[in-house]
Each structure stands twice: as structure tokens, then as C-alpha cells.
């Protein structure tokens, strides 16, 4: 059974950063996109930064490029989000999903974690 268990999510004052992790587990997902998304209340799910589990490449919307950092750890099997200058509408739930590298839709997503930015 695949699972994504994302962690590391909080209460944080602007300005601030957080480190959220995604641990997947049962398959391998060296040939995988992982992503993450983030959700606000009474918003659309949004697409924030994703990496090829096997190369490293990564993709940034244009939304977070250049404050969030996506990457990867072979040797923990885990995929961090590094988010710094956080922001007061960053609040949101922020969720871990994975893709094969073929497909075009994110197949197994994580429970999500709560971040809270406080002004």
C-alpha cells in the first residue's frame, strides 16, 4: 500500500521558514515525480515545486521560485520543502504527491500538513 506522510508543518511568523518532509512508502519511486501542492481555504489546490526522484531536476511555479527550495534525500528516502520569507497568505495545507515520470497527473497524494503564517 503506498503511503506519503508529510510532516514538519506549524505555526510561524512571517518572515520566518519551515522545513516540511515527505516520506513515501510501498514502491519505489525512482522513476517518479514528487510535488508538492498546497491548499487554502476556499482556494484551489496549487502546484508549488516538484522533483525527479532519479535526476534531482526540479520545476518551481512562479509563485514560490526563489523563497521555497524542493529536494530530495536517497539515503532517507524522504523529499523536503524548504520554505523561507513565509508569508501570511502562505497559509495553507501543504500536500506531498507523487507521479510517474510518463503520466501527467499525480496518482498518490499524502494526508497534508497545516501551515500557519502569522502577521
Known amino acids: 500500500q503506498v503511503e506519503l506522510v508529510e510532516s514538519g508543518g506549524g505555526l510561524v511568523q512571517a518572515g520566518g521558514s519551515l522545513i516540511l518532509s515527505c516520506a513515501p512508502s510501498g514502491r519505489t519511486f525512482s522513476r517518479y515525480w514528487m510535488g508538492w501542492f498546497r491548499q487554502a481555504p476556499g482556494k484551489e489546490r496549487e502546484f508549488l515545486a516538484a522533483v525527479r526522484w532519479s535526476s534531482g531536476t526540479t520545476s518551481y511555479a512562479d509563485s514560490v521560485k526563489g523563497r521555497f527550495t524542493i529536494s530530495r534525500d536517497n539515503a532517507k528516502n524522504t523529499v523536503y520543502l524548504q520554505m523561507n520569507s513565509l508569508k501570511p497568505e502562505d497559509t495553507a495545507v501543504y500536500y506531498c504527491?507523487?507521479?510517474?515520470?510518463?503520466?501527467?497527473?499525480?496518482?498518490?497524494w499524502g494526508q497534508g500538513t497545516q501551515v500557519t503564517v502569522s502577521s
Open positions: 504527491a507523487a507521479r510517474f515520470f510518463m503520466e501527467e497527473k499525480y496518482k498518490y
